[in-house]
Nanobody, 132 residues
Framework: QVQLVESGGGLVQAGGSLRLSCAAS????????MGWFRQAPGKEREFVAA??????????TDSVRGRFIISRDNAKNTNTVFLQMNSLKPEDTAVYYC???????????????????????WGQGTQVTVSS
């Protein structure tokens, strides 16, 4: 079993920045493609960003492209992924979840990164609140 733990959420004013982290632990057998999703009250969970297993490709939803940056640290097979969020807006307020795809070490087709159904492991989420 793999556990994902997010951290770094909080309250920030519009225009500010936050950096989310997600660390994988447990029975990890390789490096996973990972993604960030978010869910606001009363709305469905939506894709934010993703990164493939070796960090060579990244994917963003249009509303965050140019403001958010996803990256990862694969040193020592740590499977740690980050989401740097800049120029935050009140509409970015949500619970942010990280997720991992299985099996590890696979180059998935681009179109499959955007659906929550393609991810197997999920974290508990971290709250991000942006005040106006």
């Amino acid at each position: 079993q793999v556990q994902l733990v997010e951290s770094g959420g909080g309250l920030v004013q519009a225009g500010g920045s936050l950096r989310l982290s997600c660390a994988a632990s447990g029975r990890t057998f390789g490096t996973y493609a990972m993604g960030w999703f978010r869910q606001a009250p009363g709305k469905e969970r939506e894709f934010v960003a993703a990164i493939n297993w070796d960090g060579s490709r990244t994917y963003y939803t249009d509303s965050v492209r140019g403001r958010f940056i996803i990256s990862r640290d694969n040193a020592k097979n740590t499977n740690t992924v980050f989401l740097q969020m800049n120029s935050l807006k009140p509409e970015d307020t949500a619970v942010y979840y990280c997720a991992a795809r299985v099996p590890p070490g696979v180059y998935y087709s681009t179109s499959t990164y955007y659906s929550p159904a393609e991810y197997y492991y999920w974290g508990q989420g971290t709250q991000v609140t942006v005040s106006s």
